[in-house]
């Protein structure tokens, strides 16, 4: 995704030096860099993450593939892109194989700093539970 290494390169960039406020404490940009997976959990699983994440890329690549609705195809490409943002970090950002940190610069209130890719993720998992709650599932026809 390219907005998201783009944003990356930026706060890279822009905020070696320290947070930049947007609105008071409650939300700005800071850099971090991060080892494991979603708020701060398995720090150090770098590795576990990339082939992971490599993994979600397949599956959701080839579901993208079926016939399937615009929100569903928006979804997935979401949740596409932000895995291929992260994984490039992990792939890139490091000495060794898949062992790089995640950039992440977003910080907003309570919760820990995140990315663009970790946004279109939610956001992508999000369409796909509203999607699928408000999509009635088809009685199962019973067989002869």
Known sequence: MASDQ????LALENLSDG????LGDSVRFELT??????????RGA??????LAAVVVVIVFVS?????????????GLV?????????????????????LVVDFIDFGPWPNFNVAD????????????ESLRTPSK?????A
């Open 119 to 130: 946004s279109a993720i939610v956001v992508g998992i999000m369409l796909i539970l509203w």
């Open 19 to 22: 947070p930049i406020n947007i």
């Open 6 to 9: 783009l944003t990356k390169w």
């Open 46 to 51: 770098g590795s576990w993450l990339a082939l």
């Open 33 to 42: 860099r991060n080892s494991g997976a979603a708020f701060g959990t398995l």
């Open 64 to 76: 993208m593939r079926h016939g399937i609705d615009r929100l569903t195809l928006t979804a997935l």
């Open 139 to 143: 009685p199962s026809s019973p067989s």
């Open 80 to 100: 596409l892109g932000g895995a291929v943002g992260n994984l490039t970090d992990r792939l890139f950002r490091g000495d060794g194989i898949a062992d790089g």
